[in-house]
């Protein structure tokens, strides 16, 4: 079976704008395209306030979000945005439970907190692991650039999703920190910047983008920089550790 064929694809984004829905002039993503196939990792980064937010919550759907032109097609068998796929047994969920939370060190007590409810950070990015790793999905989309992640959340969330990776699953993996892709091994790298996509390769771009920042590659797009080149930095996690 090809995989170059749209049908094989988990997921294909043509054109794709979105706004607020709250201010629909305001258009944020203004053309995306993107293809994530089985078994491929696409890491998504760019400076703050690009818009890599936005693209993950349009492509769930969140209703602040308003879809302003282009299509997103989802296989229909692989909805990354239907948590009930793949019905499992109680016995069954909860022995697999059991074993993702030894997988990803948590402590059983987290699973009768109510989810997001006075959880860390860090924590929620343990228990979306968690989640992730329970419905054993096709297509992730993975956003970690709000929680603030230490390195040790880093390197929770690099196990978590390498421990999930197989043929079958794409993911969509947003992120600021270059060190994460030293973890995880992205298929392809995609430089978000004003609402575009204006670059895309292998993991020597996260690399370069780590050693000269954003500026050069915005410069070289064509996009106006007023900012100092030093402001267009990487973000580091280890200033973030507590
Ligand atoms: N609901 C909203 N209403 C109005 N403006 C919004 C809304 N959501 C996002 N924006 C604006 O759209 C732009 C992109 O935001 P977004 O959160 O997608 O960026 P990001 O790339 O995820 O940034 P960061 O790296 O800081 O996480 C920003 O200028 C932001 O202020
Ligand atoms: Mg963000």
């Known amino acids: 079976m090809s995989t170059n064929n749209d049908a094989d694809r988990h997921l294909v984004i043509r054109g794709l704008r979105v706004a607020p829905a709250a201010a629909r002039e305001k258009e944020i993503l203004q053309g995306i395209d993107l293809d994530v196939g089985p078994g491929e990792v696409h890491a998504i980064m760019g400076p703050n306030g690009s818009g890599k937010t936005t693209l993950a919550y349009a492509l769930m759907g969140h209703p602040a979000y308003l879809v302003t032109g282009g299509e997103v097609t989802k296989n229909p068998d692989i909805d990354p945005t ?58 992730a989309i993975l956003d970690e650039t709000d929680s603030g992640l230490d390195i040790d959340a880093l390197r929770i969330v690099a196990e978590g999703v ?40 292998g993991k020597d771009l996260a690399l370069r983008l780590e ?17 100092p080149d030093d402001a267009l930095r990487l973000d580091e996690p280890a200033v973030l550790a507590h």
Do not use: C, W
């Open 82 to 139: 239907d948590a009930i796929k793949g019905g499992v047994s109680m016995l069954d969920f909860r022995r697999r439970m059991r074993e993702k939370l030894a997988l990803l060190k948590m402590d059983e007590a987290f699973v009768s907190r109510y989810v997001n409810d006075g959880f860390s950070g860090g924590e929620k990015k343990r228990l979306e692991m968690l989640q992730m790793a329970m419905l054993n999905p096709q297509m």
């Open 211 to 227: 050693d000269e920042g954003y500026g050069p590659i915005l410069r070289e797009a064509g996009l106006e920089v007023n900012v």
């Open 162 to 201: 390498n421990a999930m990776l197989n043929p079958d699953l794409g993911v969509l993996l947003i992120t600021h920190y270059q060190r994460l892709l030293n973890h995880i091994k992205p298929d392809v790298v995609h430089v978000l910047a004003q609402g575009r996509i204006v670059k895309s390769g």
